[in-house]
């Protein structure tokens, strides 16, 4: 991993400066998830938020919406939000500035957004201004690390418990990768906050 990689991940807001937390006086947290919509996790997801009564917000890829467009109007149907997480999910390190950014704002049903997030938090500053045109950036304050299948579920949930404060905008990943993970994360993290008194919200 280079020290930009590194940045990018740990630092998000060095390198755009995007939404991280929500302040506010109530007790309040904000559940993302990242890639989706797939056939095999989403409505997982959207069945344990609604056991919770929980609302949050879905970064869906370009083309996943264009596949499942379904799913894309099961998740606005259920009142949450929707924001662009790219067309088809490239690295802006690793290929051009013309390129990438071609491919964030290419259009799908989901480019229409207000929100957008960077795929793998990977973006150059001129890149995001050129983003802050037509989005409101959203970035996090907690990454669970559900992609690391090298992980095991306590560490994750030891990454949860230690970062997360309140209005704190937490990312999960709607992708089949992560689903193991992500769902005992998901389901943790409503039920421990839940008791603790935290409500979720959409951004
Ligand atoms: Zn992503």
Redesign the pocket.
């Known amino acids: 991993m280079s020290i930009l990689d590194f940045i990018a991940i740990r630092y998000p807001r060095f390198l755009c400066s995007g939404l991280t937390r929500v302040k506010g006086p109530g007790k309040t947290l904000y559940l993302s998830f990242?890639?989706g919509p797939n056939p095999l996790v989403t409505e997982n997801v959207l069945d344990l938020l609604d056991k919770y009564n929980a609302k949050a917000s879905f970064?869906c890829?370009g083309t996943n919406t264009i596949m499942y467009p379904e799913l894309l109007q099961k998740i606005k149907n259920k009142g949450h939000t929707i924001g662009n997480?790219s067309y088809s999910?490239l690295n802006a390190f690793k290929v051009s500035n013309k390129k990438w950014l071609i491919d964030c704002l290419r259009k799908s049903p989901v480019s229409d957004s207000y929100f957008f997030?960077p795929?793998?938090g990977r973006i150059y500053p001129w890149q995001c201004r050129r983003l802050k045109k037509d989005y409101r950036i959203i970035l996090w304050d907690v990454l669970t690390y559900d992609f690391r299948e090298d992980f095991d579920l306590r560490r994750i949930k030891k990454i949860i418990l230690n970062k997360t404060r309140n209005g704190s905008i937490i990312v999960f990943?709607d992708?089949l990768q992560a689903a193991p993970q992500m769902i005992k994360a998901l389901e943790f993290t409503l039920e421990y906050y839940t008791k603790k008194g935290f409500r979720f919200e959409r951004i």
Do not use: L
């Open positions: 990242d890639d970064f890829k997480h999910h997030r795929p793998y990943h992708n």
